[in-house]
Structures are given as C-alpha cells and as structure tokens.
C-alpha cells in the first residue's frame, strides 16, 4: 500500500506538471491568433 | 553536443527577439509590455522567471535531505509566494494601472525615500539572482561538456543578453513562453524515465531503510522546522520584494491576473515538486553526491539514467530555467534604473529615449556586474540573507500603504530601517539568547507570526477574519515559540523583521493626520512614452517633486 502510495506521490506532479504546459500553451494559441486578427504583434 | 544546444537554445531565442524587435522601441513597452499582456503568455512569463536553476536544486537537495516531505517544504510554499500576492496584486493594479515598477507607487504614495528602498533592495536582489543564474550555467557546461566553468558563465551570460538587450521586457516574456514549453516538457519527460530506470516501486521497499524515521515521515518537523517554517514566514517578503513578480504584474491584462497568477501557482510548484523527487528517489537509492555537494544530486541522476537524447533535454531543461529568470532580471533592473533612478530621481521630465538608453546600458553593467561575481565564484548568496530580511521589513509598510490612508513616508521608513537593525544581530546570534532576552524575541517572533498569517489572511478575506486569524495565530503559537524558538536564528530573525516593522509603522501612523487620498496615485503616474505601441498618444506623467507625505500632495491638489 505504502508503495503505491508513494509511486502515485512521484509520478502525480510530471503529471500536473503537462496539464498546466496544455493550459499555458492553449493560451498562448488563442492569444496569437487574436493579435493575427486584430493585425498586431502578440507583445 | 553542448554548444550545438547552447546555439540552438540561444540563437532560437534570438531570433524570437528579432521578430518582434522595433526600430524604435516604445519606453513603456521596453518595461511592461503596455500593461496588455494575454494570458498564455503571462502565465508562461510568470512560472518561468519564478523557476530558477537554484529552486530545482534546492527542491532535489531538500528531498535528499529531508526526505519524502522535503521538495514539499520547498516547493509548495515558493508556489504559495505567488498566490498570495495575487489579491494584493489586483489592488496595486486598481491603485496604479500604469504603474512600472512597484517602488515607484511608493514615489508617488510617500516620496523618495521609502522608494529608493524598495528599489535598493530590488536591485540587490535582482543582482543576486542574475549572478547565481549564471553561476549555475557555469557550472552545468562545466560538468557535462569539455568547457571550463568561466567559459560556461561567459556563453550564458552573453546569450541572455544578447537577445533582452533590444526589446526589454517584451522580449523576456515572449522568450519566457519558449523556455517554459521546453522546460515543463522536460519535466513531464525526465521524471518518469529516471522514476522507472532507476527501478520503479520497487525501490521503496528495497531503499526503506536508507530512511531515518523522520525522513520517511510525511509529516516530519525536522522538515517543517528547518526548511519549510523559514519559507512560509519568505512567502510574502520574496513576492512584495521581487521586481520580476511585479513588473509582470503591471504587464498582464488586468482582467487576467487572477487567472495568471493560478496557474503560475500550480506550474511552480508541480514543476520544482517534480524535480524535487529526484533528490527522494536518490535518498531511497542510496546515491550519494559527488564530491559531497548535493547541488551535483540532479546532473548526477540525470547522467546515470537518462540516455543521450534526455540528457540533452535536461540540459535545455536547466538552461531554460536560468536563462527566463536571468532575462527577467535584466528587465526588472532595467525598469527600476529607466523608472525609478531615471524618471523619478533625475529628470525633471523624463525623455523616453533617454530612458531607453539608461534601461539598456543598466543591462550591459549588470551583466558585466554578475560576470564577474560568477567568475570569481564569490558567495553572494549570503547577502540574499540581508535582502530577505529587508523584504520582510518592508512587507506591511508596503502592503498598508496601498490600503490604510493613514501610513506616512516617516512611518514606513523607520519601520523599515528599525526592524532590519534588529533582524541582523538577532540573525547573526550577536548576543546570548539566554533568560529573559529569549523570552522577549520568542514573544516578538510570536506576534510576527500572527502578522504574517493575519496579512495572508486579509489579501483574500478582508480586515477583520485577518485580525482574528492574526491574533488566534499569535495566541496558539505563543506556547510552543515562548522559550524554543529562538535556538532557530534564521526563522527568529525573519518573524522579529515582520513584527518591528509592523508593530512600528502602526504605532507612528495610528495617530497620524494623514488622510491620503488614493486616487491621486493614478494621476502621479503614467506612461512615459507620449506614443504608446499602438501608435495612439497617451497623457504625460504627474510626478511629484520630492519627499513629499500624502497630506502635503492632497493640499496640493
């Protein structure tokens, strides 16, 4: 039980870890295409 | 194969720079981007310059040291630096929309003095880290590639520069997006594969008994005592004293700071968490670091059990971490010469292109300033000591400053100046901590306490939960700190910064006849270019003169 527990408390982080790069470069997608539409520079 | 990343990594950059690189560059743009930033872009800006090279070390040398809690005692409570800054956030927006740096809110609150002391320590700081950065870089081409460690500090030091040089802080930020996409995915990547090379499960129980009890303890208070409590009473000093967390503050869209500062706060910590395993997976495997430095445990790791093409990654995935933090330090000591120095404390009216000038010669220096402090491999890091603990001196100052109308410029600078004359013998154990001298500091560090937890409590829930958390905070602490918990300098000295300061600020200002008026910050500050990046013109600045109360500027008006 104590190693499944501690295999879970390892691998959970690289796990968040890829759900906040889909959430920063979903972001980043919808920022480019706003500055493309609006005919600007995204910074 | 290490040049080749370094000139991919740094000539890829560079060219990002080049395309949104200006002939002419606007001032405001050069330091926050227009205050319109989107989200992806800041998110990824924010969890990139908060990761530095150190904080993945610290994270692995904190689980090999305290075990299986350890990189939790780090990581969780950095991450925490950013969420807890981020209701207090949304006022200094609301107060200062056009705001550059956060010292120069203080100009415009108080006067020169309580400035040029945010902006002091924000320099140092921002020195300490670029040459720590660098240090580290040094250091990792050293270890894995024929260079020497000055060549190492000297390719690092240029690459970085060489692409923040022309567009400031719009170049960081859109860089920081690259870094963090390779640094994360290294992250999500590396962990696993050295997880299951270097035996999966299995080594928890073959490993167990490399484990003293309280490193196999998740709870442990070795781990809370030593690395975590320090950093809890560090949450609010390292945000509130941090240029790079500011000026990213002023740059994002204000709608989206909530949203920004989030996932920042989940990216930080999951990141440095992760890395963090390392160091635990390391303690159950019996490694022991090279030459006994445990900053060699994650380069160790990564050599014994990543194949060539991971191994590259994890360079990319070091370099990216000190490369965005390094960049975003060159722009918050740009920002603080062109603002603070140069537009507040120079100019009679500030000429943008002047300021463009001044911003882009301050980072020429401190790149060449933190060349050579890295070369000479000098311990600056003590100094981050002094820096600490002059951010924890500053944090109520500030913080009432941009709520309470009563703070005046005298109150916040003795506050100030008293509480870091107390901190440094206290911290440096200057004097016996016997019998009743203990006794007053364990009282001090329990009403620091209440503070630190009161401030955190009202920046989301308002004055009177943060009064009764402070004062319950306080009250409960009182018996386990009372006659302990002065044998822990470094956690003593910090409360007692928090709680002089404080105690100090309010009693000078509670009877003050002060009564500043908010919106005159708005009108004192403004962008400093007439045309701003979207070519429309925008209205010139108001500063005020000198050392100037809010009472004085109020009359004026």
Known sequence: ?43 | MVILLLVLLYGGTLLVSAYIGKKKENADGYMTAGNKVGFGISAASMTATWIWASSMYASATAGYTYGISGPIHYGLWGALMILFIYPFGKRIRAVAPKAHTLAEVMHARHGRSSQLMLAGSNIVGSVISLTSNFIAGGALVALLSPFSFGQGVLAVAVGVLMYTLWSGFRASVLTDFAQVVAMLGAVAIIIPVVFFAAGGPGMFEQGASNLTAQQSNFFSSDAFLNQGAPYIAAVLAYAIGNQTIAQRLFAVREDLIKKTFITATVGYGATVIGIGMVGVMALYLGVSPVGGDVNNLIPQMASTYLGPVLLSLFFVMILGALSSTADSDLSALSSIMMADVYGKNIAKKANPKTMLLVGRITMIVATAAALIFASQQMDILDLLVFVGALWGALVFPVIASFYWNKVTNKAFTTSVIVALAVFIPVRFSWFSMDGATGIVFDILSAAGIGIVLGLMVFGFFGLTPAKIVGALAAVVSAPFVIGFLHDYTVLTGSLVAYAVSTIICYLMSVRSNQSFDFALIKQRIGDYDPVADDGQATPDSETPDDDLDGSTLSARK
């Open chain 1, 1 to 43: 039980m104590e190693t499944i527990l501690l295999t879970v408390y390892v691998l959970i982080w690289p796990v968040i870890v890829a759900g906040v790069l889909w959430t920063v470069c979903r972001g980043f997608l919808k920022d480019w295409a706003e500055s493309r539409k609006a005919g600007r520079s995204i910074i």
